[in-house]
């Protein structure tokens, strides 16, 4: 469907209002604040401790388009914020991290959503922002902790729909999240729990890195990029379903002009596969100071997913260039349609453990071989593999042990590679 969001004048804001409600109830010590029925215009606000945004059914928070609504909360004399250092990584003042709910410092605090509730992030456009295009994320927040966000839909943010840095005891619970970019992005945040969320992203579903005890259960993933973009240590994600392609693109894919009307472009226009079921994420000076593993993904079924796995730690993934990971491992997951082999180029310090225990790949056409990469040793059982016409690995390192019980359908060895490793990084 092809649609332009509305450009809200600020006389039809309610920011001002919405604020003062939370701002009355963080003065009382917490409370809730509820938003009725009905559509709310509002740029930027900023949730605070002990406050819970109640969004009754069917009311509809809808973001502005006009980027100044979004930096008022730099001016918040309430709780004043200090503006990092100059060059940190984490300096939440750009505009880049502008969104339409900011939570700073918050404890407690919670967004919770009536069936039918929804935040339209309205595709906001900024020529300056990310890639030339990408506006506000929908929820900005950091050192966030003991927060629940629960029941609502997320819809066309105008980057990530939801942007967590360095939180601490995290709940997402039966969200639907549609359009826009990364679903749920976390860095350096502990013990998130993600739950019976439907995600629908133009870009990665889950993603982020220096994430430890990340759990992600229950949820109906299909994106434009990756299920998972993701990196960190003691990581499991279960029980989930994981199809492509993707219901919307990828808005890099779409032409300029409908990236800056906020529309969504023709039926069927722009990039909508997906690239990866897990891609490993790691950016240089962030995150963890230990490397990465413990990377689990168990009880879950693929369909029509490029690729199974990306870990390429070759030099040329921009995306993988912080700490290596040690391993990861797939437990009784099934994937259909496959394009292309697993890529798993470990760190030559630290090789990589692949394990696939009671899994079934099956590829759409032809492969020489299942895995192609280096510095690691694999581990099978109960494989069941389609659609590969050739060995477990093609090496581009040093002797790899393979481990392999009840193989079927790929040759038990490994095969030396003849010509440079080479891979398209996503």
Known sequence: MKRDSPVLEAAEL???????????????????????????????????????????????LQASRNLADYDGWANDALEPVERPKPGDPNDYMRNWY????????????????????????????????????????????MFATNCVFRGYAMRRAGN??????????LRFEDLAIDAGHDGIHLRQCDSVEIS?????????????????????????????????????????????VVHGPCDFPFRGSLPDAVKKS???????????????????????????KENAGDIVLRNIRVSGADRFLQYNYSGNEVWSTGVPMDG??????????????????????????????NCRLSFAK??????????????????????????????????VEIRATGLKGVKPFACKAEEPFAVVAI
């Open 366 to 399: 032809g492969q020489n071989e299942l895995v192609r990469g280096a510095n690691l040793n694999i581990d099978l059982s109960d494989v069941e593999v389609e659609g590969v016409d050739g060995s477990i690995l093609r090496n581009y390192g040093p002797a």
């Open 262 to 288: 906020g529309g969504d472009g023709e039926p069927g226009a722009g990039r909508r596969n997906m690239l990866s079921l897990f891609t490993y994420f790691s950016m240089s000076g962030y995150g963890l």
């Open 160 to 169: 990530w729909a939801h942007h967590f840095r360095m939180g601490r005891n």
């Open 196 to 240: 019976k969320c439907r995600f629908r992203t133009g870009d990665d579903a889950v993603a982020g890195f220096g994430n430890s005890n990340v759990h992600v259960c229950d949820c109906d993933i299909s994106s434009a990029c990756s299920a998972f973009r993701f990196g960190g240590r003691h990581v499991l994600a279960e029980n989930c």
């Open 98 to 141: 502008r969104a339409v709910i900011r939570l700073h410092r918050a404890t407690n605090a919670a967004i919770i959503g009536e069936p039918g509730s929804v935040i339209d992030g309205c595709n906001t456009f900024d020529p300056q922002g990310e890639e030339g295009y990408r506006g506000a994320h929908g929820i900005t927040a």
């Open 328 to 357: 990861i491992t797939f437990e009784n997951v099934t994937a259909t349609g496959l394009k292309f082999p697993l890529c798993a180029y470990g760190d030559a310090a630290v090789p990589l453990s692949l394990a696939l225990r």
């Open 14 to 60: 309610e920011t001002a209002t919405l604020q003062d409600r939370i701002d009355d109830a963080w003065r009382r010590g917490g409370g809730i604040v509820e938003v009725e029925s009905g559509v709310h215009g509002i740029g930027s606000i900023r949730l605070r401790s002990n406050v819970t945004l109640l969004l009754r059914s069917g009311a509809v």
